[in-house]
């Protein structure tokens, strides 16, 4: 065994989780925020959690298809879904301080919000593809983006790119934290060719086995987030001298010479691959929809820190994939250009700006900027015909 290989098993093994972790996880009785799910490896679950801004308790309800309860206009025909993250699914704040239930008072119709906290790219067009398709399928669909999002994708089980100490302040929580299990994913191969990789543990037993350190070791030893990850701490990233087919085809430069060449080298290939995946996916995602008449829209979010770097001068992370959207001529919102927009009415610095809109998660008031300064003027001309409540129509 190498020490690389030694570093693998104990990153591993501090990851092994407890069979008690399960255990409440799958307890239908027990107060949980997610449920397992087979194929997305989970799914919201009605809760009541305390982490919202200002120590409030945030109330999480969902409906018949397991999207967040819509408050506004339920009663109505409703022709918009939205898929996504946490972003999306507007963690820390209740069920009517969403940008989508704002959003849906404001333009007069329902909006189902599909979202995920957790999800990536991939995750929330799986779920896309899933409602999309049934008889309760909208002519117009959302698919907002987050950063992090990007290299979810490539996550065979993210709680090891999340890290075990973070499980380990959320064990104990009154209400059951647990998520970012093992779940389908993608990759990509030597030629740049995107591939689908099946869930791991798609069963509620084999999510037993994550409390095994051999089969962590098998079964994601080799996984070239692992070993980035390992890489990071001991600052060998041999590993990635196995990836130069792979950088080549993606157009990435690649120096494996040296230690500090190889790791910037690896950081380059990972960024390349998770921006990759995301316009493959949001090209197929667009193609598919279109063979039903189903229009998709997407909207960029970003992190508080991304939103004050750009606030104070710094380039975007993105960058290279927002151009391509703009190749591909995929619609799209860009959250970023409103807040550098909105920074300037302000004598604030960056990090003052950001705490106006953030808590972790937007805060309702990150919320309704959200929902007013980035979706819908948008949304008031992407929608045939317009919003209800602006068609000019007045009456009874």
């Known amino acids: 065994m190498t020490d690389h290989d030694g570093q693998v098993r104990e990153f591993l093994a501090a990851a092994t989780l407890h069979r008690r972790d399960i255990d409440r996880f799958l307890d239908p009785a027990e107060p949980n925020w997610a449920r397992f799910d087979a194929q997305l490896g989970y799914l919201p679950h009605d809760s009541r959690v305390v982490d919202g801004h200002g120590g409030a308790t945030s109330t999480y309800r969902y409906g018949a298809l397991g999207e967040r309860l819509v408050i506004n206009y339920q009663d109505r025909h409703c022709r918009l879904h939205s898929?996504?993250?946490?972003?999306?699914?507007c963690h820390q704040v209740s069920d009517g301080e969403t940008w989508l239930e704002y959003l849906a008072a404001n333009l007069g119709e329902p909006i189902r919000n599909f979202g995920v906290g957790g999800f990536?790219?991939?995750?929330?067009?799986?779920?896309l593809q899933q409602v999309q398709a049934t008889a309760d399928g909208t002519e117009y669909v959302i698919l907002n983006i987050f950063l992090d999002d990007h290299y979810r994708n490539l996550d065979s089980y993210r709680l090891l790119r999340v890290g075990s100490a973070w499980w380990r302040e959320q064990r104990e929580l009154p209400v059951g934290m647990f998520h970012a299990n093992p779940w389908r994913h993608v990759r990509l191969d030597a030629s740049g060719r995107l591939v689908e990789r099946p869930n791991p543990c798609p069963t509620p037993e084999s999510l037993y086995d994550l409390c095994d350190t051999d089969f962590l070791i098998e079964t994601f030893g080799a996984d070239p987030i692992v070993q980035l990850l390992v890489a990071g701490q001991t600052g060998d990233f041999s590993f990635i001298q196995d990836q130069a087919e792979l950088a080549n085809a993606l157009g990435v430069e690649f120096d494996p010479s040296t230690?500090?060449?190889?790791a910037a080298s690896a950081r380059r290939l990972y960024t390349?691959?998770?921006?990759r995946s995301s316009i493959e996916i949001i090209q197929s995602v667009r193609e598919e929809l279109a063979r039903r008449k189903q229009?998709?829209?997407?909207?960029?979010s970003y992190p508080g820190g991304e939103v004050a770097a750009a606030c104070a001068g710094q380039p975007r992370a993105d960058l290279a994939f927002v151009r391509r959207l703009d190749a591909l001529g995929i619609d799209y919102v860009d959250g970023l250009a409103a807040?550098?927009?909105?920074?300037?009415?302000?004598?604030?610095?960056?990090?003052?700006?950001?705490?106006?809109?953030?808590?972790s998660h937007h805060t309702p008031a990150g919320n309704h900027f959200f929902a007013m300064n980035v979706a819908k003027?948008?949304?008031?001309?992407?929608?045939?015909?317009?919003?209800?409540?602006?068609?000019?129509?007045?009456?009874?």
């Open 83 to 89: 898929f996504g993250d946490s972003f999306t699914q």
């Open 339 to 359: 807040h550098l927009q909105d920074f300037e009415a302000f004598a604030l610095t960056p990090n003052d700006y950001v705490d106006r809109y953030y808590h």
């Open 272 to 275: 390349a691959c998770a921006f």
């Open 120 to 127: 990536g790219v991939y995750q929330a067009a799986l779920r």
């Open 259 to 262: 230690d500090e060449a190889r």
């Open 295 to 300: 229009r998709l829209l997407v909207l960029l």
């Open 377 to 396: 003027p948008a949304l008031i001309n992407w929608l045939e015909p317009r919003p209800p409540a602006y068609r000019g129509e007045a009456g009874s």
